[in-house]
């Protein structure tokens, strides 16, 4: 049926806060409007539901190679199928330019691999890991054509990801050309290394070691730098996963200075902290993401950070790996870094729970307001990586991707229930309230309380605009 009513909900957007009705047609937001009365309609009731825009995650690693045949373990069809579970109706993937390749080469790969498999909207950061001058004429094309208008670089991981700061600022003044954004893992790597080599010698190889390996003033020193370095090529520049105080403080800088520097965090850094890293044995490798966890301090700098816009995006950083290898084999688990915590496959599972937890710790917690956390959830990722108003907002002409929500029901987050492949979750066991109870895509719906009524490959490429020249 193309035309779908959802009665008498609360319509809550990063503005807005009413009750009403709201039409989908032809997977579109058709109209809004008090006792709206559609004949052939399918009718959904919303009383006592919040009626809010389907989650964008702008950073998510599914199906993902690390090197050495490592590979995260969601495909593109568990990952997006968990996303839809916890209320996200689109996500940003990310399309890595392996050495000496195409950037358009790494984004065709991408693309077919994601097409058919796909259960809700997607679309792709180009990761460029070989910047040269070829790569960098592929830029205008990939950001006017390709529907690719954001590039991440890494400042982390020398001789794999990571380039140096004369390619960061040559991409930086490419990518402004063309209002795109540059997205940076900003960390200093080479220090980082010199200390990872320093603990291995020192026969330091248990999990706790990767985070008092990569400490919070190297994230602060790299922040502080690439944000320098696209002050100097005057570019946009968006800080991914940002979890330390120091890193957060160059940002808040800058903005006071009217630099268009960005960042987001993501749930672990602000409901966990590095005492997990205390945990006996390996077990303690299931929080090895990168960056780690951080202090206490941290958490709360993030946290204000949200509530005063310093920080504008809440992204999980989905990049899931098994704990154990029976599950999806020992290349998709943590245990290649059983004897050496370099070895740990970085990256931790999340995308499932982004809203639940950002709705009960932020919104339940009064941290947040309710229109902040759509802002944080979807309005602000469809605006930062040219998406809005097609996605990321309840307005008419919009595309009908809207959750159902129950801001009342309390529930358990856990990996006996998620939708993931991997085999745990960081938050096992913690009660939320406030549960997502249907989710459309397009009008459809995907996701129908316990039920999954979407299918693989219903998801569709989203080509971007280039938002970069008007944030
Ligand atoms: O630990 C993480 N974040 N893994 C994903 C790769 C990266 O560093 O972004
Ligand atoms: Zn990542």
């Known amino acids: 049926m193309d035309k779908v009513l959802i009665k008498g909900g609360r319509i809550v957007t990063a503005v807005d806060d009413y009750v009403a009705d709201v039409l989908f047609d032809n997977g ?72 000496g390749e195409s950037a358009k080469l790494a984004l065709d790969r991408r693309l077919a691999s994601a097409e058919p498999q796909c259960c809700i909207d997607y679309g792709f950061h180009s990761i460029l890991t070989d910047v040269n001058p070829a790569v960098l004429s592929e830029l205008p094309d990939l950001v006017n054509r390709d529907g690719v208008s954001s590039f991440k670089l890494y400042m982390a991981y020398p001789d794999v990801l990571m380039v140096d700061d004369a390619d960061i600022y040559r991409t930086m003044r490419k990518v402004g050309d063309h209002g795109g954004m540059v997205n940076l893992h900003a960390e200093n790597g080479i220090v980082i290394q010199a200390l990872i080599e320093e603990a ?29 370095i696209a002050e100097l090529a005057e570019v946009p520049v968006y800080i991914v996963h940002l979890s330390a105080k120091e890193a957060l403080e160059a940002v808040v800088e800058a903005r006071d200075r009217g630099i268009p520097a960005f960042a987001e965090t993501c749930p672990h850094y602000l409901f ?31 946290w204000r950070g949200l509530r005063f816009d310093d920080l504008q995006i809440v992204s999980t950083d989905h990049c899931p790996f098994c704990f154990n290898e029976k599950a999806h084999g020992l290349l998709k688990s943590k245990q290649p870094g059983r004897d050496d915590f370099s070895k740990i496959p970085n990256g931790a599972p999340g995308v499932e729970f982004r809203l639940p937890l950002l709705f009960d710790g932020g919104v339940g ?37 809207v959750i159902l929500f129950d801001p009342n029901e309390t529930h358990t987050l856990t990996a006996r229930t ?33 039920n999954w009524r979407g299918k693989a490959g219903m998801g569709r490429y989203l080509p971007r605009s280039a938002s970069g020249r008007i944030l």
Do not use: W
């Not at 745990?424 to 939320?432: A, I, K, P, Q, T």
């Open 272 to 302: 966990l902290d590095n005492s997990e890293y205390d945990r006996p044995g390996f077990d303690a490798a299931k929080y090895v993401m990168t960056p780690p966890l951080r202090d206490r301090e941290c958490q709360q700098a993030l």
């Open 200 to 228: 291995l010698a020192a026969g330091n190889t248990s999990p706790k070691f990767h985070q008092l390996t990569r400490p919070q003033l190297m994230e602060g020193e790299a922040t502080h730098r690439v944000i320098r």
């Open 365 to 401: 917690g009064g941290r947040i307001n309710i229109n902040r956390f759509v802002q944080l959830m979807a309005t602000a990722p469809a605006k930062m990586f040219g998406l809005f108003p097609q996605k990321g907002t309840i307005a008419v002409g919009s595309d009908a991707d």
């Open 28 to 99: 579109k937001i058709e109209a809004i409007g008090r006792e709206l009365n559609v004949e052939d309609a399918e009718i959904h009731d919303a009383a006592d539901l919040l009626v809010m825009p389907g989650g964008i995650d702008a950073h998510v690693h599914m199906e993902t190679p690390m090197g050495n045949g490592i590979e995260t373990c969601d495909s593109f069809e568990s990952g997006t199928r968990s996303a839809a579970f916890g209320g996200t109706t689109t996500i940003i993937d990310f399309a890595q330019q392996f050495k």
């Open 418 to 450: 998620h939708h993931s492949n991997v085999d745990y979750s960081l938050f096992e066991g913690r009660r939320v309230t406030g549960k997502v109870q249907k989710v459309f895509l397009r009008g459809t719906l995907i996701v129908d309380g316990d």
